[in-house]
């Protein structure tokens, strides 16, 4: 298996402007999860889905945030307006949601930069 | 509400036994504790896990003390390879209903592999 994939690797934009974050999991896992990491606040949950339904999104900071799953092997994470404070390496992850085997596997991350 | 405590940095010789300390001294009875590290520019890896008992894979040992209260992840065998950041980290299995939550990281153990 590929593991997650992540695109893209690399995204500058600028303020105001719409950010499209994309996720495939690995095949066959129950589970997917967006995470945020900055210097300040270091790894964030943001949301995570199973089966395709989100579950918890109460990391999710702001409205301009929203995130989709429309099947088992893709998801999008948008940012709309983006601002400078967006800034960060946006990570995905995936796993299974059986009992000692729900390790979660991390894609390379989104490094984001907002201007 | 920080549930686990670790050293902020920490040096180890190449070739020599790393031991990384974690506290935890408020886990509850379905807690289990992780182990994820993150080399520079990577995504979080898994290392490792437990619950009560000792245990130990291809990368890794974990001894959980008896009263559960603290860990120690130990690399055998250190290699430059091994210089990134280590998190401890205490998490249920499921919530009401069953199934996997998302990974609350601390600020980890930055662990520098000296040649």
């Known amino acids: 298996d590929a593991g997650v994939i992540q695109s893209p690797r690399h995204e500058v934009t600028e303020m105001g402007q719409e950010v499209t974050l994309r996720c495939k999991p690995i095949?066959?896992?129950?589970?997917l999860f967006w995470y945020r990491q900055t210097m300040m606040r270091g790894l964030e949950l943001l949301i995570y889905?199973?089966?395709?339904?989100?579950?918890?999104d109460s990391g999710m900071p702001e409205d301009r945030f929203s995130a989709k799953m429309p099947n088992a092997s893709f998801s999008t994470l948008k940012i709309q307006p983006s601002e400078p404070r967006d800034s960060a390496v946006y990570f995905c992850?995936?796993?299974?949601?059986?009992?000692?085997?729900?390790?979660?596997?991390f894609g390379p991350g989104t490094r984001l930069t907002v201007l | 509400d920080a549930k686990t405590t670790q050293p902020p940095s920490m040096d180890c010789a190449e070739g020599r036994a790393a031991n990384l300390p974690c506290n935890h001294s408020t886990i509850s009875g379905n807690e289990y504790v992780y182990w994820y590290r993150q080399i520079h520019s990577q995504g979080p890896q898994y290392i490792i896990h437990?619950?009560?008992n000792n245990e130990t894979n291809e990368m890794a040992s974990l001894i959980i003390t008896e009263d559960r209260k603290s860990s120690t992840l130990i690399l055998p065998h250190a290699t430059l390879r091994d210089t990134a950041v280590y998190y401890c980290i205490v998490r249920p299995w499921g919530k009401s209903g069953g199934g996997a939550d998302g990974l609350t990281f601390g600020k980890g153990t930055h662990l520098i592999i000296q040649p």
């Open positions: 437990g619950l009560k």
């Open positions: 889905f199973n089966n395709n339904v989100p579950i918890d």
């Open positions: 992850a995936s796993s299974f949601a059986v009992a000692q085997k729900d390790t979660q596997y």
């Open positions: 095949s066959g896992h129950d589970y």
